[in-house]
T-cell receptor, first 113, second 113 residues
Framework: DTAVSQTPKYLVTQMGNDKSIKCEQNLGHDTMYWYKQDSKKFLKIMFSYNNKELIINETVPNRFSPKSPDKAHLNLHINSLELGDSAVYFCASSPAGGPYEQYFGPGTRLTVT | GENVEQHPSTLSVQEGDSAVIKCTYS??????FPWYKQELGKRPQLIID?????GEKKDQRIAVTLNKTAKHFSLHITETQPEDSAVYFCAPNSSGSARQLTFGSGTQLTVLP
């Protein structure tokens, strides 16, 4: 059974478009995250979210917004895509009351042309 | 936020040799010290972690040692094998909040046959 899943796996789009990446976890975790991994492999946290609190990394442009329809899902919506948004985006989850191990999704490779 | 430095950035060893990767952090409140392994094209996965009340932990060929006074912890891999080739990340933290979650810059380990 897949613990943390993401769709799509690959996303190619043009500058200026709006796109979403979906994330689902079946681990019963309370906290979910979005990470961006650039071409140099730097792994940078963008958001953490549980049913009580959204924490936004202050360096993330407001074109990025997480949306959580329920505890098992945390989608990432990106407006007005730019070339610099090209990266691999990972969703992750962990139990609340941490810190604990983070379980990562398979990643979504976003390419903006 | 936490300042995390990871060294070396690249490491090549002969199969069967040992490898050591060091992670230095700044936040004295950090109490959880994980190491993640990311194989090419895959998601990061936890390989070993340690909490601040323990100085060393071993799991077969891998070990983590912690020096809280000096604020650093290290990953040790003995009898390296080609399948150990990957990028390794440290991620010291004290909570699950995005404000404190910082990954090291990664170490590309290559095990030469």
């Amino acid at each position: 059974d897949t613990a943390v899943s993401q769709t799509p796996k690959y996303l190619v789009t043009q500058m200026g478009n709006d796109k979403s990446i979906k994330c689902e976890q079946n681990l019963g975790h309370d906290t979910m995250y979005w990470y961006k991994q650039d071409s140099k492999k730097f792994l940078k946290i963008m958001f953490s979210y549980n049913n009580k609190e959204l924490i936004i990394n202050e360096t993330v442009p407001n074109r990025f917004s997480p949306k959580s329809p329920d505890k098992a899902h945390l989608n990432l919506h990106i407006n007005s895509l730019e070339l610099g948004d090209s990266a691999v985006y990972f969703c992750a989850s962990s139990p609340a009351g941490g810190p604990y191990e983070q379980y990562f999704g398979p990643g979504t490779r976003l390419t903006v042309t | 936020g936490e300042n995390v430095e990871q060294h070396p950035s690249t490491l090549s060893v002969q199969e069967g040799d040992s490898a050591v990767i060091k992670c230095t952090y700044s936040d004295s409140a950090s109490n959880y010290f994980p190491w993640y392994k990311q194989e090419l094209g895959k998601r990061p996965q936890l390989i070993i972690d340690i909490r601040s009340n323990v100085g060393e932990k071993k799991d077969q060929r891998i070990a983590v040692t912690l020096n809280k006074t000096a604020k650093h912890f290290s990953l040790h891999i003995t009898e390296t094998q080609p399948e150990d080739s990957a990028v390794y990340f440290c991620a010291p933290n004290s909570s699950g909040s995005a404000r404190q979650l910082t990954f090291g810059s990664g170490t590309q380990l290559t095990v030469l046959p």
